[in-house]
C-alpha cells in the first residue's frame, strides 16, 4: 500500500468513525442544555471533566505513546505482548494510587475544584472515572496498533450512545448535577470491559519485563508533563471563569467549547490515524520531508476550516442554543482553531519521538502554557470568557511557533513559505471578523471565497494533482 494511501485511508476511516462517536454528543448538546434549569449545572458536569482530564494523563504518564513507539521496534509476538503488559501493570498501579488519594482527600478536592464540600460525591465519581479511563486507555491499545479500525470505531460509537441513553433519563429525574459524570464513569468502564475481552491474549502477568518497562519509562515520563501542559490549555480558562465570573458563566463556555471544538472531530480523526502512519514510516529516506508536506498541508486546511466555521456560525448558534447561552458565540472560533493547533503541533513534535528525544517538547508547551494562563487570568476579569479563549489559542500558537522553530534548526522539518502567505491572509480575515464583520454572514462569506480562492492558487499544482487523480478514478 503507498504511504499516500495509508495515511488518507486511516485518516478518512478513523474520520468517519471519530465522527459519528463525537457527533452524539454534539447532537444531544442542545438536548442536555434544554432539560437542565440553568447553566450552572452545566458547568459543575464540565468540572468534572476538568479533574479527570487532568489526573488521567499523570496516572498514564506517557505510557500510550512510549508503548505505541515500542511495539514497532520488534514484530514478534512475544516482544509486543511484553510490551504492552509491562505498560498495563505500570499504570494500573499508578491510577489506582492516585484515585485512591483523591478518595483520602475527597473533600478538600471538592472544595478547591468545585467551590464546596457538597459536590464530594462528584470528586468520587471523578475519582473512579479517572481509573477507569487511564487503565482503558492502555487496554484499547493493542486495538489501535494492529490498526483493527472498524473494532475500534464501533466500541467507541457505541459507548457514546450508552452514556446519553444513561444521563438524560437521570436529567429528566432531577439529577442534574450527576448525570453526566455519572454516565461518563460507566460508559469509561464499559469500554474497559469490551477492550479487555478483546484484547486478552495482548496481556499476561508472567510478560512484565523490567527492562522494557525502563526504556518506556524513559520515553513517556517526559511526555507526561506534555499532557499536564494539555490541560493548561483545554481547563485553566474554566477555573479562571468560575473564579472571576461565576458557574453559570463557566457552563456557558463550556457550551461554547463544545461547539467550537467540532474541530475536535478533525484531531481526533487525526490522532488515530496518524500514529500508525507515522511509525510505520519512520525508517523512509525522506522521512522529513513526509512530515513536513503533512504539517504543510493540514495547516492550510485548518486555516481554511476556522475561516469557513467563523461565516456560518452565528446562525447555526443561535439556532441551536437559547439567549442564555448567547454570548458565548464569540469565543467559537479561538475554540475551533485550538484543536487543530495541537494537531499541527503534534505532527512536527512527532519527529522527537521518531529520534527518541521527547524532553525538548517540554520546554515548547511550558512556553504556550505560561502564555495561556497569563492571558487568561488578565483577560477574563477584562473582558468576560472571551479572555479565555484567546489565550488557549494563544498559547498553542506560542507552542507551534516554537516547534516549527527548534525542529527546523534540528533538521526535522522544513515547511516552505507559501503556509506562512495564507497564515497570514487568514489574520487578516480573523481580524476583520472580529473588528467590522461581526455577525455579517454575507460579508464573511465573501471574504472566506477570496481566502479560499487565494489559498487555492497558491497550492495550485497540488490541486491540479488531485484533480487529475479523482478524474482518471471517476474514467476508469
Not at 17 to 40: E, F, H, Q, Y
Request: charged share 10%.
Amino acid at each position: 500500500m503507498s504511504r499516500a494511501r495509508l495515511f488518507v485511508e486511516n485518516f478518512l476511516i478513523y474520520g468517519l468513525g471519530t465522527m459519528a462517536a463525537k457527533v452524539v454528543p454534539l447532537v444531544m448538546l442542545p438536548i442536555v442544555t434544554r432539560l437542565m434549569p440553568d447553566a450552572s449545572f452545566f458547568g459543575y458536569s464540565d468540572l468534572s471533566n476538568t479533574l479527570v482530564s487532568l489526573m488521567q494523563p499523570v496516572a498514564v504518564m506517557g505510557m500510550y505513546d512510549a508503548m505505541f513507539r515500542m511495539y514497532f521496534d520488534d514484530d514478534s509476538d512475544g516482544f509486543r505482548l511484553r510490551v504492552c503488559s509491562s505498560a498495563l501493570f505500570f499504570v494500573v498501579g499508578v491510577s489506582a494510587v492516585i484515585t485512591l488519594c483523591i478518595l483520602l482527600i475527597s473533600d478538600p478536592v471538592a472544595r478547591l475544584f468545585f467551590g464546596g464540600a457538597e459536590f464530594i460525591n462528584l470528586a468520587i465519581v471523578s475519582a473512579a472515572t479517572i481509573f477507569v479511563s487511564a487503565s482503558g486507555q492502555i487496554i484499547q491499545a493493542p486495538t489501535r496498533m494492529m490498526n483493527q479500525r472498524s473494532v475500534y470505531i464501533v466500541i467507541n460509537l457505541g459507548t457514546a450512545v450508552l452514556s446519553y441513553a444513561i444521563s438524560v433519563p437521570l436529567l429528566l429525574f432531577g439529577e442534574y448535577l450527576m448525570a453526566l459524570p455519572v454516565a461518563a464513569f460507566i460508559a469509561a468502564a464499559s469500554s474497559l470491559l469490551i477492550f479487555a475481552a478483546i484484547n486478552r491474549r495482548r496481556f499476561s502477568f508472567g510478560a512484565f519485563d523490567f527492562s522494557i518497562l525502563k526504556t518506556m519509562v524513559a520515553i513517556g515520563i517526559p511526555l507526561m508533563p506534555s499532557f499536564l501542559f494539555y490541560w493548561v490549555f483545554s481547563s485553566t480558562g474554566r477555573l479562571v471563569i468560575v473564579s472571576a465570573l461565576g458557574a453559570g458563566a463557566a457552563g456557558v463556555y463550556a457550551v461554547a467549547a463544545k461547539i467550537g471544538q467540532i474541530s475536535q472531530l478533525i484531531y481526533n480523526a487525526f490522532a488515530q490515524g496518524w500514529q500508525y502512519f507515522a511509525f510505520s514510516t519512520m525508517g523512509d529516506d525522506d522521512q522529513v520531508k513526509l512530515n513536513s508536506r503533512v504539517f504543510e498541508y493540514l495547516g492550510v486546511v485548518s486555516l481554511l476550516g476556522t475561516a469557513l466555521v467563523i461565516a456560518a456560525m452565528d446562525p447555526v448558534y443561535s439556532l441551536l442554543f437559547s439567549e442564555e447561552y448567547a454570548g458565548g458565540i464569540v469565543c467559537v472560533p479561538y475554540l475551533f482553531l485550538a484543536p487543530l493547533l495541537l494537531m499541527l503541533y503534534q505532527v512536527a513534535v512527532n519527529q522527537l519521538i521518531v529520534v527518541k528525544r521527547t524532553w525538548p517538547s517540554l520546554i515548547m508547551l511550558a512556553l504556550g502554557a505560561a502564555a495561556c494562563f497569563f492571558l487568561q487570568v488578565e483577560l477574563v476579569p477584562l473582558i468576560g470568557i472571551e479572555g479565555a479563549a484567546i489565550g488557549t489559542v494563544a498559547g498553542y500558537l506560542v507552542t507551534t511557533a516554537a516547534s516549527i522553530v527548534v525542529l527546523t534548526l534540528m533538521g526535522l522539518m522544513a515547511v516552505r513559505r507559501r503556509l506562512w502567505a495564507v497564515f497570514a491572509a487568514f489574520s487578516v480575515y480573523f481580524l476583520l471578523w472580529r473588528f467590522f464583520f461581526f455577525g455579517n454572514t454575507v460579508a464573511l462569506f465573501a471574504l472566506f471565497m477570496s481566502l479560499a480562492f487565494s489559498s487555492v492558487f497558491l497550492y495550485r499544482k497540488e490541486a491540479s494533482e488531485i484533480g487529475r487523480r479523482f478524474f482518471r478514478k471517476r474514467v476508469n
